[in-house]
């Protein structure tokens, strides 16, 4: 290895990295910080329209080749088809973010009371936030194990999957015009992806794939400013996060620079958890 390597992102070059969720809020910004660094990036998302245009804006920007596939990460045979189609584009997958979630589109059902839950929301959302996790990660560590090149997966959990929700910061708040809250399943789903990320490290650590965790904290994305002024008088640094400000652990996690980082959670939220 080259010692050099481990002090600059350089190793990145040339590397093929999958995003899932790649469309998403803090996706778009995960795929243009692997794609400035000089990465393939397959974009994968359910949104094709959003999906294709990010594929193309980077690989014009930034002169990689960038793709963008459409796939259910809770399908089996949709994440099949697109771990195929990575291979049959770019041959080797080094570089793994297990990024896709899901509220659903029913939020009034998502948002639901905990007394008031249904199992059929619970599942909605774990088949997606837990189940999805799974397969993708089954699915491109298996190649990975194939390839006998070790890589690195990366896995976004939440500040929620740690920590309980302060229901006082959720009153007169609301997104994109909705009132909102952090639901329990939300919590259970991203607890149960550090827990996945710890199991797979040491699991898959003999064949050199590390696998590590991004846990992001309050990111602005639309939120009222009521719900901005609480969130962030409980965050030491005083604000929310802007999106590219996570995108520094991703990089990290995905380079040589952290290639003795393995099960490890890494957590950017401005210093929430430490209060």
């Not at 990460?73 to 973010?97: A, N, W």
């Not at 952090?182 to 199991?199: D, E, F, M, Q, R």
Request: proline share 3%; charged share 20%; with cysteine.
């Amino acid at each position: 290895m080259n010692p050099n390597s481990q002090y600059d992102f350089s190793s990145l070059k040339g590397k093929t990295a999958v995003i899932t969720g790649g469309a998403g809020i803090l996706g778009k910004h995960f795929s243009e910080g692997l794609a400035h660094c000089g990465s393939h990036v397959v974009v994968v998302d359910l949104n094709e329209k959003e999906g294709e245009r990010i594929a193309r804006d980077l690989t014009q920007r930034y002169g990689q080749r960038c793709i963008s596939i459409v796939c259910d990460v809770s399908e089996p045979t949709s994440v099949s088809s697109m771990v195929d189609e990575v291979i049959k584009q770019f041959g080797d997958i080094h570089i793994l973010h297990n990024n896709a979630a899901t509220k659903t589109s029913n939020l009034e059902a998502f948002l639901a009371p905990f007394e008031e839950y249904t199992l059929d929301q619970w599942r909605e959302v774990t088949k997606v936030n837990l189940d999805g996790m799974f397969l993708v990660a089954q699915a491109v560590g298996r190649r990975m194990v194939e390839q006998n090149k070790g890589g690195s997966i990366i896995q976004t959990a939440s500040i929620y999957g740690l920590l309980g929700p302060d229901s006082r910061i959720y009153d007169r708040s609301s997104y994109m015009g909705t009132s909102i809250n952090t639901p329990a399943v939300y919590s259970a789903s991203k607890a149960a992806v550090i827990g996945l990320t710890k199991y797979l490290a040491t699991y898959w650590a003999d064949k050199n794939i590390r696998v590590n965790c991004i846990i992001p904290g309050g990111a602005e994305s639309g939120q009222n400013d009521i719900f901005k002024e609480k969130y962030s008088n409980r965050v030491p640094l005083g604000r929310m996060a802007q999106p590219e400000e996570i995108v520094g652990a991703l990089l990290y996690l995905a380079s040589n620079a952290s290639s003795y980082v393995t099960g490890q959670n890494i957590i950017v939220d401005g210093g929430l958890s430490a209060w």
